[in-house]
Every structure is written in structure tokens, then in C-alpha cells.
């Protein structure tokens, strides 16, 4: 049986189109399928990721595009295809591994797993080897998910990191599920409620840096630092690992600390520079007994931001924006308002987030709490949102005295000047922005338009020939092209 349209689902034994026979459903998420597959065209089996909402752009479905041209990497999930079907299903075919996740490895070690150094050290260093292989890529990647759920193991520990630059529940090892490009209790705290992941790719590794000493905590402990999304975003005092297990070594301890320090300028400042640190510890780390270690799932404790951060994640903004209301007017804390402000935002309940913004205004203003930052930028956006530019600005110098400097911030500006009609500024900015992170397709666009406003049409047709570099199959850009190539101008 074909599938030819989103109303049928996928079974065991049904044909996608003319290109796959599916066999077995290795993941059931809340937004996509992963399915052992039969290639139809040679017989070769794979594993096929189908996202459930289709009518999705392609560049928001796509994972990982980038490792479609490149040398693939024995600790890395290999890809093969990604595109369309019939115009209408979106798939990404990869390579089909035999394994359990990280995350269900760990919750068997009473079965003897981890019950050394030498093993968890040998699964922690191929994932520093993935990791290392995408930030040196000539496109580099920051992973931006790093857990166990995201890591599998095959026989012989054999370990490849699945998941790129995207995020998945436990049970939807393949399938992107959160908007905010990583699970919370790994995230940095610069990275730990935000909407998206933006950043040069130096702030993205620091960030990746960070999940790495989370993961590495976890190995060491069967705990994590933190339990609760409020504690990672405050970055609150968690034990030294030493103080859990105490035959954790000085020099691994020093390492796994470094890695969590909550300033990014504080971390590792490249992969490299981590892996070498770690090989000098695990040669006095390896001496030493492994006492018994319990798995972190029992040390797991609830607050009511996990309970935000449920609704958010199952898209219930007005029942996210309500339980943190109730907790701000309960605490009064900042973190709360700055949730419930989220909430709304997300929920393009604009008018709501402005009487909100009001009524507080001067607490937020009047606060060093770090949430006043993430407030800042939430106000931007949503006075943006409202076309309401000159308060916009003044949010933005509000951001800037705080001594917030960041690109996302410089973007905000951008599209603020776009608005006022300042397109030579806004050109500034973006390029600035394009400098930093190259290749971002929101940052091209823009600069695509305000090049046109300002005329510079031999400028806008540069910037859209690399913006058809990363979406070659975007429809406007092609219309764009043509027009382009009928003027003369490209």
C-alpha cells in the first residue's frame, strides 16, 4: 500500500511512495515518525526520519544538510538524502545502527553498565570525537543537543552521536521536538530560555562545551548538576562531583568544573583544548575504583518550572504563561515573569505581554537580575511584533546599558532600522550580524531586502546567490533569481 497522502499514517509493510518499504517503527514522537527501511531502489536498509507536520517549510525540517557532502565519521550518525516525496512528505534517510540510547544504558547500570572508568571514559571520548569532527568541518556545526538520548551505543560500545543541531524527547531519539535547540537541564544557562539558538560559532561551541561537562558530570555521579530548569537558567550552587562520588580525581574534577562554569568565557575555548585536558586526566582517573553509582532519573526532582516548560513544549501557551504568572505573583521572581512573558509572546498574545511589560515595568527596569536581560529582548520582539518601533528603541538602549552586546541583539536592531526606513543601518548591522555567522539564511534575507531599498542591486543579487547556497530549493528566492537574471543584475 502507497502513502499519498498526510492523512494516511505509516505501517509496517507500507510503501512510501515509489522510495521506501517500511518495515519496522523504531520511534513514535509527538512530531514525527523514524522507521527501519527498505530502499526500494536497491534493497539496502536505512533508517528514515519523517516529520508529522509536512507543511513545514524544507529548511525547518532539514537536520544536519550539511553532512550530505562531507566524509562521514565512524562516532557520527551518517546521512544519505533529505528532500520531498511525491511534494508532500518530508524524509531523512540515514544510515540504520543497531543500538540502545546513551540515556537507556545509563538507566541499566545495575546491570552492570559503566561499572568501570575505562568504559564510560571510552564512550565520553568518541563523543568528543563527533563533537571535534563537526566543528571542524569546512561548514562547522555546533551539535546543540548533547545528551544521552542523543548518543547511541552498538556493539562493542561502538558510539555515534545522532540529533544535529536539533532536539528529542527521550523516546524520539531522531525527531525534532523543542524550539529551542536543546533539553534544558544540559543547556548552558546563555542557552537555556531562549526561542532559538543564534550566536557566532565560537558562543554555539562554548555552549556545546557546557552540555559536554553536564554529560561528563553525569557519568561520573549518576547525577546531574542541576534538576530543575529554574536552577540551570539561575545556574544555581550544585555539588562537586567529588562530594557525590568520592573517588573522583582532583585533575577530572577540574575538568568537569571548567566546563560548567556558567561565564562562557570562563569554559574550555575549543573541543581541543577540552579532549586534551580530559586525556591527561583519565590517565590518573583510571587508577582509581568506581563505587556504586545510581542513575540520575532518581535524583530528579519538580518545580513549577519543569511544569512551564511542559506546557511550552506541548505548545499549551496560555497554560505555561498562567502556572508561571502564579508562581511570579506568589515569589515575585524575575525568572517567573520572564516565563509568563515568553509564554505569551510565543502564544502571540501581544496585547496580554504589553499590559504585562507595564505593569512591571519598573521592577524590571530597576533589577541586576539576569532575567532583565531576557525580559529586554522579549519586549523588542514583541513591540516589533506590534510595529511599535520607538518603543522598541528604547528597550534596545535599554539592552545595550545592561551591557548586553550579542548578535541576536544587533538583529533586533537590524530589523528595528528596517522598519524606520533606515536601510543604510540596518545594512550595517546585518552584515556585522552575516560577518560573525556567516551563512544564516534569516540574516541573508535580510540583507537581500535592504540592499534593494537602497538600490544596490549587484550587492543584493551577492547576497542572493549564497542565500540560494543554503536554500537552493526556495521558491521566492527562485522567482527572486529570475527576476534578477531578466534585469541583468546577476
Same mark, same amino acid.
Given at each position: 500500500m502507497n502513502i499519498k497522502s498526510a492523512h494516511f499514517l505509516p505501517g509496517t509493510n507500507k510503501r512510501l511512495g515509489t522510495k521506501y518499504l517500511l518495515l519496522e517503527c523504531l520511534g513514535d514522537g509527538s512530531h514525527g515518525w523514524v522507521w527501519r527501511a527498505e530502499r526500494l531502489s536497491d534493497g539496502h536498509v536505512v533508517a528514515?526520519?519523517?516529520?508529522?507536520?509536512?507543511?513545514?517549510?524544507?529548511?525547518?525540517?532539514?537536520?544536519g544538510k550539511e553532512l550530505?557532502?562531507?566524509?562521514?565519521?565512524?562516532?557520527?550518525? $551518517? %546521512?544519505y538524502e533529505m528532500g520531498r516525496i511525491d511534494n508532500e512528505w518530508f524524509f531523512i534517510e540515514m544510515e540504520y545502527f543497531p543500538s540502545q540510547t546513551l540515556a537507556q544504558k545509563l538507566d541499566s547500570r545495575l546491570q552492570n553498565f559503566g561499572n568501570t572508568f575505562e568504559r564510560l571514559f571510552k564512550i565520553y571520548r568518541q563523543v568528543l570525537?563527533?563533537?571535534?569532527?563537526?566543528?571542524?568541518?569546512?561548514?562547522?556545526?555546533?551539535? *546543540?543537543?548533547?545528551?544521552?538520548?542523543n548518543i547511541l551505543i552498538g556493539e562493542r560500545d561502538l558510539v555515534k552521536l545522532t540529533d544535529f543541531g536539533s532536539s528529542a524527547l527521550p523516546e524520539e531519539i531522531y525527531v525534532r521536538t523543542r524550539e529551542n535547540g536543546g533539553t534544558v537541564l544540559y543547556a548552558a544557562p546563555e542557552f537555556s530560555n531562549v526561542d532559538c539558538r543564534r550566536g557566532s560559532l565560537g558562543e554555539l561551541m562554548l555552549g556545546d562545551i557546557y552540555s559536554l561537562g553536564v554529560l561528563l558530570y553525569q557519568l561520573l555521579t549518576g547525577q546531574l548538576p542541576?534538576?530543575?530548569?529554574? $536552577?540551570? $537558567? #539561575?545556574?544555581?550552587?550544585? @555539588? @562537586?562531583?567529588?562530594?557525590?562520588?568520592?573517588?573522583?580525581?582532583?585533575?577530572?574534577?577540574?575538568?568537569?568544573l571548567r566546563c560548567l562554569e556558567k561565564a562562557p568565557c570562563d569554559r574550555f575555548s575549543s573541543i581541543d583544548e577540552l579532549i586534551k585536558d580530559f586525556e591527561q586526566a583519565c590517565k590518573v582517573q583510571n587508577q582509581q575504583a568506581v563505587p556504586s553509582i545510581s542513575s540520575a532519573s532518581s535524583h530528579s526532582h519538580e518545580d513549577w518550572s519543569n511544569s512551564v516548560l511542559q506546557a511550552m513544549e506541548s505548545q499549551s501557551y496560555t497554560k505555561a504563561? @498562567?502556572?508561571? *504568572?502564579?508562581?511570579?505573583?506568589?515569589? *515575585?521572581?524575575?525568572?517567573?515573569?520572564?516565563? $509568563?512573558?515568553?509564554? %505569551?509572546? #510565543? *502564544?502571540?498574545?501581544?496585547?496580554?505581554?504589553? @499590559? %504585562?511589560?507595564?505593569?512591571n515595568e519598573k521592577a524590571i527596569k530597576g533589577s541586576l537580575d539576569e532575567q532583565a536581560k531576557v525580559i529586554f529582548q522579549?519586549?523588542?520582539?514583541?513591540?516589533?511584533?506590534?510595529?511599535?518601533?520607538?518603543?522598541?528603541?528604547?528597550?534596545?538602549? %535599554?539592552?545595550?546599558?545592561?551591557g548586553e552586546d550579542s548578535l541576536n541583539l544587533k538583529y533586533l536592531e537590524a530589523t528595528l532600522k528596517g522598519l524606520e526606513a533606515d536601510y543604510t543601518a540596518a545594512r550595517q548591522l546585518l552584515e556585522e550580524v552575516n560577518r560573525a555567522a556567516p551563512m544564516r539564511f534569516y540574516v541573508l534575507n535580510q540583507l537581500i531586502q535592504a540592499c534593494e531599498q537602497m538600490r544596490d542591486y549587484p550587492a543584493a543579487s551577492g547576497y542572493l546567490k549564497a542565500a540560494l547556497k543554503v536554500e537552493r530549493s526556495n521558491k521566492e528566492l527562485l522567482k527572486k533569481r529570475d527576476l534578477y537574471s531578466k534585469l541583468g543584475v546577476l
Open positions: 528514515v526520519k519523517i516529520p508529522k507536520d509536512i507543511t513545514r517549510e524544507d529548511r525547518e525540517l532539514a537536520e550530505l557532502t562531507v566524509e562521514p565519521h565512524p562516532n557520527v550518525v $551518517q %546521512l570525537c563527533a563533537v571535534s569532527y563537526l566543528a571542524n568541518l569546512p561548514t562547522p556545526i555546533s551539535h *546543540g543537543d548533547i545528551k544521552p538520548h542541576h534538576d530543575t530548569p529554574s $536552577q540551570v $537558567q #539561575r545556574h544555581a550552587p550544585f @555539588k @562537586k562531583p567529588s562530594e557525590i562520588n568520592l573517588s573522583i580525581h582532583p585533575s577530572m574534577e577540574a575538568v568537569v504563561a @498562567k502556572l508561571a *504568572g502564579e508562581e511570579f505573583v506568589r515569589s *515575585g521572581d524575575l525568572l517567573a515573569l520572564a516565563q $509568563q512573558l515568553g509564554a %505569551l509572546y #510565543r *502564544g502571540d498574545r501581544l496585547f496580554e505581554f504589553e @499590559k %504585562l511589560l507595564s505593569e522579549l519586549a523588542i520582539k514583541a513591540f516589533l511584533a506590534l510595529r511599535k518601533p520607538s518603543v522598541a528603541a528604547v528597550w534596545i538602549d %535599554l539592552a545595550k546599558k545592561s
